[in-house]
């Protein structure tokens, strides 16, 4: 009873707690957390009543006193285990695969959802039932079992044992050789490293190809709003209804139409409400992919940056340097924290590998003892519960440290497949509600079956018996069933009274796990599998390209920059302002690449702000979501080749996430917008105050500077139009913060027809393709009204005139305290050398490629790359380049050959093409900009 009750409290406790740790709380249906929750529950009670079983059945058969009591005991447990396992395969079978389809189902009414789930699920239940009933009807055939209950308890065993004990076979035969390697290869740090920049250029590959699936589904949405607008489709409520749900549903991030197609019926080629219902379902499908890819990034990013964090100390230190770990997130850390990440902890690695192995080896063994022709003597896990020393206590621990060890490394196999990817579990609540209900589904499935081939490795599970079974009064083997005393497992399975089933099990499935196994030693079972057409259940790091990995560094290089900039970023505010930083905990830390190290201020700044020591080592800050922005406004039309643009027109704006500034003709924001503005490519916010020049009658204007145009806007009031100022540029520091996983979507202007810059749904492009790509540049004083001092970091505004004086720059404070100064890059020290000098940069005009002059300086007061028309850079720039914008400088590709000559400046939604007088010069600028 003690042990009973320890082991329910325990499990509910756990799996409240993983739960609440792994679900996501956004769109994660009421009715998924019971249902999921006793999945888990009975799944894992099967396998957590086994050492109480064995250990019970073992010591009653040493005296009479607790032979007496075995009987009524097992009954108990025998109880147990049918309330488990009855309500258990109701819900794998059939409740959650419904729940699931019903999640999945596109209708919008709850009777046409779980009408489609039915229809769905109905095609598979009905062949199980018909495979259920033939068996049925050959165990009472033969005369196997009665006609009764039993016999269908019998017939769920035999399906669900037979199904989930192939899956282990291969499970198993994968773990007991990989997971003692894997842990074993945990303990090369260098190794580490480049397997997790493996899997992260996988995981980037995975969120580049969802990220695309995502933005052409919301494509066929808007479309799909579009075609419906048209007159033929009046007077249709419902289907107007259902858009409106399918516009909220689709992801924020992506808005554009242009490769979209309408949802139609494919007989009737109308749209219909089954064709807004698949439309959604599609939505729903990939929008999951979508955000768990997201999340799988970033857990990827993580564990690289740690290992790029370790092996760059380890470096300094051969070389002379301090036995510390600089974090790029977190305090330096102590001797001994660089101690424990560089030497401890691989060899405690090591060990752990040590013991997996034997473990393994041990479990082989057991495998072979069930095999026929096989003596107990060879299973060394059951010599060892079998021994006459052996207390019921130290039965129950070595039985539940052993099943322990074949469940987790069964479940680490599951997770090491491809397919693995529709029941992931991802922490920090990023889990959809559909792949902990398949996770749950599968641990149903495999619970049982593997308590019954692990209770054979002990000869306990009733198909191998013998004199070990039978109880004190004695006895040899083949007396009978009267004086033996079986587990109350072996009672409720009833495998046994199957001679056939029991000589398989004893001789196919230990077969197939030896073969399983030789093939991963030989690294031959991928190759086998994909021969055999099942790619998806491939395990181990996908074969990924040369390209593809040079382009996961590329974008791990990418997001590490982004971040550490967003915490000096945070630990310099915080400084200013006087406020108190939030940060959440990240399990691994940032490393640096190409940046400056922090000085002693800012990090006395992290330490203040972050103490935690080694183990909260890798925390990064964290910001509220900025105040929502929605109103009208007016924006002044374009102007395109010299001509005006339609002059002002009234516009509703609104702001969302990450940082996209929407404007519509109306404030239906169902609809396609006008037009849109990624805040991240805003240089600068500036007020025009009536005030300041009496000529100026635009009250309230607002300009927003961009690299290549000056987007206008004006407000009712100057109040209003600082308001949003001050919102905007948070807006814009939340984008570049935490905004590195959604696709930039540049800036669309459909008020004009002009696209000023191409959209990129797909991620950061290699240099070789970025090499054929042009993008459109137009120098123009509209361009460059503003002086560089106003493109300063992303929390310090100018307020000028329009005659284009520079006039002083108040900072911007995100309360009512006034008078912070602004801090650019000249705040920071060891900055890099300073880069100036004559290059030429690529330029399309009408349609025509051509190399303009210019004469390059970065401007270490406002973190910009400033281009000139001459030396004279006290002029204002042709334009300005800002430098924490930049996703990658590096050097052309063309045909497998680079030029360093010649090199692009990524900007993640655009690129600019410069050419250097010489290679050297090349480099000069290439490895400059990288530092600065």
Request: with cysteine; net charge positive.
């Given at each position: 009873p003690g042990y009973l009750t320890v082991l329910w409290v325990f499990l509910v406790v756990f799996l409240i707690w993983m739960i609440r740790k792994f679900a996501k709380p956004e769109g994660f249906p009421w009715h998924s957390y019971p249902t999921i929750f006793?999945?888990?529950?009975?799944?894992?009670?099967?396998?957590?009543i086994i050492p109480l079983d064995v250990s019970m059945t073992i010591i009653s058969r040493r005296s009479l006193s607790d032979e007496e009591d075995h009987d009524e005991k097992a009954d108990t447990l025998v109880a147990m285990y049918i309330s488990l396992f009855v309500p258990a395969q109701v819900l794998g079978s059939f409740v959650l695969v419904l729940q699931e389809a019903y999640v999945r189902d596109g209708h919008f009414t709850f009777f046409s959802r779980m009408y489609g789930a039915i229809e769905n699920i109905a095609v598979m239940s009905i062949a199980g039932g018909v495979a259920g009933a033939i068996f049925f009807g050959i165990l009472v055939g033969e005369g196997v079992v009665d006609a009764s209950a039993d016999a269908v308890l019998l017939?769920?065993?035999?399906?669900?044992?037979?199904?989930?004990?192939?899956?282990?076979?291969?499970?198993?035969?994968y773990g007991l050789v990989s997971f003692p390697q894997m842990l074993w290869h945990k303990g090369n740090l260098k190794r580490q490293l480049n397997i997790a920049q493996q899997k992260a250029a996988s995981r980037f590959k995975d969120l580049g190809e969802t990220s695309l699936s995502m933005s052409m589904a919301v494509a066929d949405v808007m479309k799909t709003k579009q075609e419906l607008s048209s007159p033929s489709y009046n007077n249709q409520p419902q289907l107007a209804h259902a858009m409106e749900i399918l516009i909220k549903e689709c992801p924020t991030e992506f808005t554009s139409s242009t490769m979209g197609k309408p949802a139609v019926d494919k007989k009737t080629g109308k749209i219909t409400i089954n064709s807004l219902a698949a439309l959604r379902s599609r939505v729903f499908t990939l929008k999951n992919s979508f955000h768990m890819s997201q999340g799988k990034v970033e857990e990827a990013k993580k564990n690289a940056y740690y290992y790029e964090d370790i092996i760059e100390a380890m470096g300094k230190s051969k070389s002379g340097g301090?036995?510390?770990?600089?974090?790029?997130?977190?305090?330096?850390?102590?001797?001994?924290?660089?101690?424990?990440?560089?030497?401890?902890k691989p060899l405690m690695y090591r060990v752990l590998a040590i013991v997996s192995a034997v473990l393994s080896v041990f479990s082989y063994l057991g495998i072979i003892g069930t095999m026929s022709g096989v003596g107990q003597s060879v299973s060394v896990y059951s010599k060892a519960v079998h021994a006459d020393d052996t207390s019921g206590g130290g039965?129950?621990?070595?039985?539940?440290?052993?099943?322990g060890y074949a469940a987790f490394v069964i479940v680490w196999s599951v997770f090491?497949?491809?397919?693995?990817?529709?029941?992931?579990?991802?922490?920090?609540?990023?889990?959809?509600?559909?792949?902990?209900?398949?996770?749950?589904?599968?641990?149903?499935?495999l619970s049982a079956p593997l308590a019954f081939f692990y209770l054979g490795w002990i000869f306990e599970n009733g198909v191998r018996q013998g004199s070990w079974m039978n109880g004190a009064e004695g006895g040899e083997a083949g007396d009978g069933d009267d004086n033996r005393i079986l587990t109350a497992f072996t009672k409720f399975y009833q495998i046994d009274v199957i001679p056939v089933m029991g000589g398989s099990f004893n001789t196919l499935f230990p077969i197939i796990v030896f073969s399983v196994s030789g093939l991963v030693v030989l690294n031959l079972f991928n190759i086998v599998l994909v021969k055999m057409k099942l790619e998806k259940f491939q395990f181990g790091a996908e074969i990924l390209t040369d390209e593809q990995l040079r382009e996961g560094?590329?974008?791990?290089?990418?997001?590490?920059?982004?971040?550490?900039?967003?915490?000096?970023?945070?630990a310099l505010r915080g400084k200013i302002d006087g406020a108190t930083t939030t940060f959440s905990p990240v399990t691994s830390v940032l490393g640096k690449i190409g940046l400056s190290q922090r000085t002693d201020e800012e990090e006395a700044v992290a330490r203040s702000l972050n103490d935690g020591g080694d183990e909260e080592a890798g925390k990064v800050p964290v910001s509220s979501e900025p105040p929502e922005l929605a109103t009208w406004a007016a924006k002044k039309g374009n102007k395109k080749f010299g001509v005006a643009g339609g002059g002002w027109q009234n516009r509703y704006m609104i702001v969302r996430k990450p940082g996209i500034l929407f404007y519509y003709k109306d404030e239906n924001t169902s609809q396609e917008p006008s037009g849109q503005v990624d805040l991240r490519l805003v240089m600068s916010f500036t007020v025009k105050d009536t005030s300041d020049d009496k000529k100026l009658t635009e009250a309230g204007r607002l300009d927003l500077d961009l690299a290549d145009r000056v987007l206008k806007l004006r407000f009712k009031t100057v109040d209003d139009a600082n308001k949003w100022r001050d919102g905007l540029a948070q807006w814009k520091d939340y984008a570049i913060d935490y905004g590195t996983?959604?696709?930039?979507v540049g800036v669309v202007d459909g008020d004009t027809g002009e696209a000023e810059e191409e959209p990129n749904y797909v991620g950061s492009r290699t240099s070789a393709q970025l090499n054929d790509i042009n993008v459109e540049e137009h120098e123009t004083e509209e361009t460059v009204g503003l002086t560089s001092k106003s493109k300063m970091s992303p929390f310090s505004y100018s307020r000028s005139s329009n005659d284009n004086t520079p006039a002083a720059a108040p900072s911007y404070t995100p309360a009512a305290t006034e008078g912070h100064t602004s801090i650019g890059m000249d705040t920071l020290t060891d900055k890099p050398a300073l880069l100036q000098g004559w290059m030429?940069?690529?330029?399309?005009k009408m349609g025509v490629a051509q190399w303009q002059r210019r004469y390059f300086r970065v401007d270490e007061s406002s973190g910009c790359l400033l281009y000139f028309k001459s030396e004279k850079t006290t002029e204002t720039p042709s334009g300005s380049i800002d430098l924490k914008l930049i996703v990658d400088v590096g050097a052309a590709e063309k045909d497998t050959k680079t030029d360093a000559a010649r090199f692009n400046i990524n900007m993640g939604d655009r690129v600019y093409k410069l050419r250097a007088p010489s290679t050297a010069d090349g480099d000069r600028w290439i490895e400059g900009l990288n530092a600065w």
């Open positions: 006793v999945s888990y529950f009975t799944a894992l009670g099967i396998l957590l017939t769920v065993v035999l399906l669900s044992n037979t199904a989930g004990l192939i899956i282990i076979m291969l499970l198993l035969g301090t036995e510390t770990i600089k974090w790029s997130f977190a305090p330096e850390s102590s001797t001994a924290g660089y101690k424990w990440h560089v030497f401890y039965i129950v621990v070595f039985v539940l440290f052993t099943l090491q497949m491809k397919i693995a990817n529709m029941m992931e579990l991802l922490p920090a609540q990023r889990t959809t509600a559909n792949s902990l209900s398949v996770n749950s589904r599968a641990c149903i499935r560094t590329r974008q791990l290089t990418r997001h590490k920059r982004t971040m550490e900039r967003a915490y000096q970023r945070k996983f959604f696709p930039s030429e940069k690529k330029q399309n």
